[in-house]
C-alpha cells in the first residue's frame, strides 16, 4: 500500500542520548515534512525539504537535524534528547510545493524522553 | 505574529449538522485547510479553499472569507465515525502551513 511508513511506533529515551526518527515514502513525492503535535498545540514545524538534497528550518528546529539524501527517505535526528522534546512526532510528503498540495501524514512516532 | 483560532472542543448530537469555526491572522494567504484527525491516528485531508465561498463535498463542506479572515466546516448528517480533531491550517506568504490547535468534536447517540 502506497503512503508514508515511520519508525519507530512509540521509544522512551533517557535524556543525552540520541536518536534517529525514520521516515519513508513511496509516492515519489517531492517535499517533506517534520512536525511534532503537543495537547493544546498545533501542529509545529521542525524541518522541512522541498526536494531531494535540500533542506530547511520550520518553526522549531532547535535540537533537530535532518537529511535528505534521496526522494524516499527523511530521517530525523535528535542529537541530544531533553524532556521538553517529548511529543507525537508526524512525517509528512506533498507532491510539490504549490499552494495546493496537500500534505500526507505517516501514523506518527510517540517519544517520551526521561 | 501569526495565529489560528478554533474552538477546543465541540458536541454534537448523530444525524445533525455541526459547524466549526477558524478564524485566521496571518503573514499572508495562499489557501485554508482542514483535515481530520481521529485519536492516536494521522491527519487526513478534508478541503483546501483558496477562493471565497463553499466548496461541498459529500457530507462536508468548507466556506472561506478571506476579507474577514473566517472559515468553516460543516458536517451534515453527523455519523459517529465523525467524533475526531479538526484541523485548520493557513498556507502564510512563505508557503508554508501555519496549523490551529483543532477542534475536538464528540459525536452523542
Known amino acids: 500500500i502506497a503512503g508514508i511508513t515511520q519508525a519507530p511506533t512509540s521509544q522512551i529515551l533517557a535524556a543525552g542520548r540520541r536518536m534517529t526518527l525514520r521516515c519513508t515514502q513511496d509516492?515519489?513525492?517531492?517535499?517533506m515534512y517534520w512536525y511534532r503535535q503537543d495537547l493544546g498545540l498545533g501542529l509545529r514545524l521542525i524541518h522541512y525539504?522541498?526536494?531531494?538534497?535540500?533542506?530547511g528550518k520550520g518553526e522549531v528546529p532547535d535540537g533537530y537535524s535532518v537529511s535528505r539524501a534521496n526522494t524516499d527517505d527523511f530521517p530525523l535526528t535528535l542529537a541530544s534528547a531533553v524532556p521538553s522534546q517529548t511529543s507525537v512526532y508526524f512525517c509528512a510528503s506533498s507532491e510539490g510545493t504549490e499552494a495546493y498540495n496537500e500534505q500526507f501524514f505517516g501514523p506518527g512516532t510517540r517519544l517520551t524522553v526521561l | 505574529g501569526q495565529n489560528i483560532d478554533q474552538p477546543t472542543e465541540m458536541t454534537a448530537t448523530e444525524g445533525a449538522i455541526v459547524q466549526i469555526n477558524c478564524t485566521y491572522q496571518t503573514s499572508g494567504f495562499n489557501g485554508l485547510f482542514w483535515y481530520q484527525q481521529h485519536a492516536g491516528e494521522a491527519p487526513t485531508f478534508l478541503s483546501y479553499n483558496v477562493l471565497d465561498g463553499l466548496e461541498e463535498k459529500g457530507r462536508f463542506s468548507s466556506f472561506l472569507s478571506r476579507s474577514k479572515g473566517y472559515s468553516y466546516l460543516l458536517l451534515k448528517e453527523l455519523q459517529m465515525k465523525d467524533s475526531a480533531s479538526y484541523l485548520c491550517a493557513v498556507r502564510d506568504s512563505n508557503y508554508q502551513l501555519i496549523w490551529g490547535a483543532g477542534t475536538k468534536l464528540i459525536i452523542k447517540p
Open positions: 525539504s522541498n526536494t531531494a538534497g535540500t533542506t
Open positions: 509516492m515519489r513525492h517531492n517535499a
